[in-house]
């Protein structure tokens, strides 16, 4: 943490300075006898963009861990003495905070609780490392995470959009970690998130009352567990009104989250039956729907209904201003402080806490005809 003036300021750690340090972890292992593999796999691996490593292996040369064999040849070990970190806390003050991309890429809720919680961290003498591990799509525990992610037994862990997979791995490794929004399917690892399927019922009660039949949430690229209960409250609160509910209308899903894939959902729906309203994940979602209904010539709200199940700093460029949910991100950073200094024990359970709904004008009563 640096001054300025007399205000402390908080180093932000971004992408090329989590992948050195992984890096220089796995060399530090022993990962590699005498040569690196290629950005390419090295990137496969991080979960990170081959200029990223590229980066970072700059950082680990300049710091004498490792070695240029010259322009276009692998990066060899040079000191396996090196420290793993640049940065050494007191022991039992390390936590990683882990995420499947760059933390500037991911969701902007899930960003902020992270900044957040590393803010009220630093000051009170915790070494705050940041991880990159591709573990969204993984179906079963990976062994390269044991070097990936760094973390020895009792150690802490607060992964973002946490999967079965990496909980296995956690629990099977005697690691330390609680996830902030993500789905443990059955393995007793803690979980603080708000509930998407809660925001999901009330968007769709709030479009119900307004005169809403035809309403869509697509589910692309979620874990199984989410998109059942996505559409168990999409089904209660259509059957509650007395409306028939279509999981292939209603909530449909696909394996993959492409502007190709929503776009070619998109248009099978409004070809079958017009959708008047429109519940959307995530703001790539939302994206892809704004353009589509403008090349459709359908405006927002007048034609159709848009609600966004998130937030995002930039929602207020958006015009009408945009039906959407606030997160407490406070309340949940301070969750995780007290889970990570042993004031709060969740005991493997789920803890949800409630967003806030901010009306917007991107809602109306659907069309007549």
Not at 29 to 36: E, M, N, S, T, V
Not at 103 to 131: C, F, K, N
Not at 271 to 289: G, I, M, S, Y
Not at 326 to 346: H, N, S, V, Y
Request: aromatic share 8%; proline share 6%.
């Amino acid at each position: 943490m640096a001054k300025v003036g007399n205000v402390s300021v908080i180093k932000r750690v971004g992408a090329v300075e989590a992948a050195a340090t992984a890096l220089r972890e796995m060399v530090a292992a022993g990962k590699w006898a005498d040569r690196l593999p290629g950005t390419r796999v090295l990137a496969g691996q991080l979960g990170v963009s081959q200029p990223t490593v590229q980066l970072a292996l700059l950082e680990l040369a300049k710091d004498g861990v490792l070695e240029s064999a010259g322009e276009r040849k692998a990066y060899r070990v040079k000191s396996r003495g090196a420290s793993l970190s640049k940065e050494s806390g007191p022991k039992g003050k390390r936590v990683i905070l882990l995420t499947h991309q760059a933390i500037e890429r991911t969701a902007e809720s899930g960003r902020q609780v992270m900044e957040m919680l590393h803010r009220m961290l630093t000051p009170a003498g915790w070494q705050v490392d940041y991880r990159i591990v591709d573990f969204l799509h993984a179906r079963t525990p990976h062994r390269s995470w044991d070097d990936l992610i760094g973390a020895e037994p009792g150690e802490q862990v607060v992964a973002l959009f946490g999967r079965p997979a990496l909980a296995e791995w956690a629990v099977k490794r005697g690691v330390k970690i609680i996830f902030l929004g993500g789905v443990t399917d059955g393995f007793e690892v803690p979980v603080v998130a708000v509930r998407s399927a809660n925001l999901l019922a009330e968007a769709y009660r709030r479009l119900i009352a307004l005169g809403h039949r035809r309403i869509v949430t697509q589910l692309c690229d979620r874990p199984q567990s989410y998109i059942d209960s996505m559409r168990e409250a999409a089904r209660m609160e259509l059957e509650a009104a007395g409306l028939p509910y279509s999981p292939a209308y209603h909530t449909p899903d696909s394996e993959y989250l492409r502007p190709d894939v929503s776009w070619s959902i998109m248009e099978s729906l409004f070809k079958r039956e017009r959708p008047t309203a429109l519940v959307l994940l995530d703001w790539r979602e939302l994206v892809t729907a704004i353009c589509f209904l403008s090349k459709i010539g359908l405006k927002v709200p007048e034609d159709v209904s848009v609600v966004l199940l998130n937030d995002q700093a930039n929602a207020e460029w958006f015009q009408p201003p945009l039906a959407r949910f606030k997160f407490p991100i406070a309340r949940m950073a301070r969750r995780l402080k007290a889970w990570l200094e042993g004031k709060w024990d969740p005991d493997g359970l789920r803890v949800g806490v409630a967003a806030e709904w901010v009306p917007g004008e991107s809602i109306a009563p659907p069309p007549k005809g």
